[in-house]
């Protein structure tokens, strides 16, 4: 079992632990004026039910997991874990939660994972066909997509919209890199650069069509909060606490455990955790922070890259993306780019559901990394290397 450790990429391994180390540490000095010690507890359980769930996807068996039949099981599974977060009570506003004891279990978080291997076995064995001919494949192919968009209707309707955008954008990623021309590539990033751009001036439509401003949703309300923080700073005061920390915190911060703000900060364990630690450690360390996740983020597009089977193509593309979005949204709305949503920063926030998705994902990426590793070139007269390798 441990001989495949010689074959473990660090590119990707070597990140992965600094960033949980981390986010262990700042998960216990986020939560100070909140029972530290049970979250810095619990952080440790997940980071090590993480790390032992990465370890065995590391060893597992890469064609186990392309079983059409355990995928959609996994798919049906995690569909009723997302009707039974639907109708257990709201919080915050949005339902996503199944409390169980001292821990809550968020469906979602695990949605995203299967969805890339959902697609990513879907893609290797339906080629994909152009918009054409689409409508004319077996129903069979048809229906494929069902289990997919049900699970999306059931985060729109937690409502749970960061990590529906987020799962949305993962097929959307899987899609194009299946074999969609370079054009229709071309074409969807533009057309989400430019709705990036126009975000804040298609809200302000919306509201003076809709009269959003009055509206009690708390969807709605986070929207508006975004595009003028300072109209209602009651409403807004976790964005304005967020940006008071990232002000405190400067170029090296106030040190580890003297955050002023993360008394006043909602979230501040989870959601903003990013801004309690660049005011405790300041922008340098967040700088590194972002540094070590592209790292993991560009090491597996390489590796996709590298790939010569669609299936293990897909599945890196698909977790790099993951990544890259769930960081991206959750900085995004710390810093004001985006509406809050909620969602966590990958191994930093504290988090069960979450830590162990990504770290399920890690091992798996490993784990097809491993499978590139070429041999080493070995004397023949060698007999105790060739025997110490095999």
Excluded: C
């Amino acid at each position: 079992m441990f001989k495949k450790i010689r074959k473990l990429d660090y590119w990707i391994a070597v990140p992965f632990a600094i960033l949980s180390s981390l986010g262990v540490v700042m998960v216990f000095s986020a939560s100070l004026t909140n029972s530290a010690m049970i979250n810095f507890y619990k952080q440790l359980l997940f980071v090590f039910i993480g790390w032992i769930g990465a370890f065995t996807l590391f060893h597992f068996n890469i064609n186990n997991w392309r079983n059409e039949k355990w995928i959609k099981v996994m798919m049906f599974g995690i569909i009723g874990l997302l009707i039974i977060a639907r109708i257990m009570p709201a919080v915050n506003g949005a339902h996503g939660w199944i409390p169980l004891g001292i821990i809550t279990l968020q469906p979602a978080e695990f949605l995203k994972l299967v969805l890339i291997l959902y697609f990513a076995d879907f893609f290797a064995k339906h080629p994909w066909q152009p918009h054409v001919k689409l409508l004319q494949q077996p129903i069979g192919q048809l229906n494929a997509w069902l289990l997919p968009f049900s699970s999306l209707f059931l985060l729109f309707i937690m409502p749970d919209n960061g990590n529906m955008i987020i799962a949305a954008l993962i097929m959307l990623t899987i899609v194009l890199a299946a074999g969609v021309s370079k054009k229709v590539t071309v074409a969807w990033f533009a057309i989400a650069g430019i709705g990036f751009g126009l975000l804040q001036p298609i809200i302000n439509l919306m509201d003076k069509v809709f009269h959003l401003t009055g509206s009690t949703h708390y969807g709605i309300l986070r929207l508006i909060n975004f595009v003028n923080p300072w109209a209602d700073p009651d409403q807004s005061r976790q964005l304005l606490y967020g940006y008071y920390a990232i002000a405190h915190g400067g170029m090296f911060g106030v040190g580890l455990g003297n955050s002023l703000i993360k008394p006043y900060l909602p979230e501040s364990n989870t959601d903003f955790i990013m801004a309690v630690m660049t005011e405790e450690l300041g922008a340098v360390v967040t700088v590194i922070v972002l540094i070590l996740l592209l790292i993991i983020i560009t090491r597996l597009i390489i590796l996709g890259i590298r790939q010569k089977r669609q299936y293990q193509r897909l599945v890196m593309y698909g977790v790099a993306t993951l990544l890259f979005i769930q960081a991206f949204v959750n900085l995004g709305g710390v810093i004001g780019v985006l509406p809050i949503t909620g969602v966590v920063f990958p191994f930093i926030s504290g988090g069960g559901s979450s830590y162990i998705a990504f770290s399920a994902a890690i091992g798996l990426t490993l784990n097809i990394a491993a499978q590139q590793k070429k041999k080493p070139v070995i004397h023949p007269n060698d007999t105790v290397a060739r025997k110490d390798y095999r």
